[in-house]
């Protein structure tokens, strides 16, 4: 399979399987990434997402140079509308999802990533956006969220130079979450899945939703998305639950109603 998914008990580990070429996608691997990414989305049952590379050298080392030098302006367009669905399924779905950067994660890669809610990096990791030395920019997303994700300046100068930089610099950037030993990564990244998992889901649903308004848009009208999505987890079970296991002092059962 071209890209291969795991479940974990209520955690789906997504892994782009193509070593050979450090896992860059193509477009086939494009399409399935999206229709395994809808399933997972639409899937109750699945709590938490990971995304993650094949082997140790590489997370996504970017979109397929050899499958995109050919092509012309409407299939480039084409190209580009599915990575930014893609992109989107990973910022939107209303589940934490979680890039577990093994490796090499440049152009496309590096912009998936940045699609992820949460990035945790090997300190292998090697994190950019090169397209400027093919005669490109990043056209998934990277132009807007690496900015958000680090800082305008900080993100032009990535950009328009085009430098990799490592796992601690990406960390000090705020570009990942947090850095472990290659070895301990997928540990690590299960570990922060069982910890989302065991939260009310609905919650977690709604402040994703609420959160991904923080950096745009107008911010009154965001803070009244906020107050409503707020007032909304009232109408479940899990915030009964919730405040009910605080008061019994014990360990609260959520379901996702
Ligand atoms: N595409 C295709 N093949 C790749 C690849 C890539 N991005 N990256 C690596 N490979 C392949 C290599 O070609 C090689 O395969 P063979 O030629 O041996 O068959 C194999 O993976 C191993 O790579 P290397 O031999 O190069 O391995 P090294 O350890 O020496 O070097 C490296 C590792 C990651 C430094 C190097 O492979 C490299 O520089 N790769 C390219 C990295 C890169 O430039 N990534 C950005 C790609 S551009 C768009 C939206 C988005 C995008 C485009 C359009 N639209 C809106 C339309 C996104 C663009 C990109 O991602």
């Known amino acids: 399979m071209a890209i291969d998914v795991e479940r974990s008990g209520a955690i789906a580990v997504v892994t782009v399987n193509r070593p050979e070429a450090l896992n860059a996608i193509d477009v086939e691997h494009a399409a399935e990434l999206r229709d395994r990414l809808e399933e997972l989305a639409a899937d109750e049952a699945v709590r938490a997402v990971i995304l993650t590379g094949a082997g140790e050298k590489a997370f996504v080392a970017g979109a397929d140079i050899k499958y995109m030098h050919g092509l012309g302006v409407l299939e480039a367009r084409r190209w580009g509308e599915l990575g930014h669905r893609v992109g989107a399924l990973l910022e939107t779905m209303p589940k934490p999802t979680v890039a577990a950067v093994n490796g090499f994660a440049l152009g496309g890669g590096c912009e998936l990533a940045l699609a992820c809610d949460l990035r945790l990096a090997s300190t292998s990791a090697k ?44 960390l000090a950037r705020g570009l990942v979450n947090a850095v472990h030993e290659a070895p301990e990564l997928m540990t690590k990244a299960l570990e922060l899945c069982d910890t989302l998992a065991a939260k009310g889901p609905l919650a977690l649903a709604y402040a994703k939703e609420a959160m991904n308004l923080a950096l745009q848009g107008d911010h009154a009208e965001s803070l009244e998305t906020e107050a409503r999505l707020f007032a909304m987890l009232f109408a479940t079970a899990d915030q009964k639950e919730g405040m ?14």
């Open 127 to 170: 994190l950019g956006q090169p397209e400027v030395n093919l005669g490109i920019f990043p056209g998934w997303g990277g132009t807007q969220r690496l900015a958000r994700a680090t800082s305008l300046a900080y993100a032009k100068e990535l950009v328009f130079t085009g430098r990799m930089v490592g796992a601690e610099e990406a």
């Open 244 to 257: 009910a296991a605080f008061v019994e002092k014990r360990e609260p059962r959520f379901r996702g109603s």
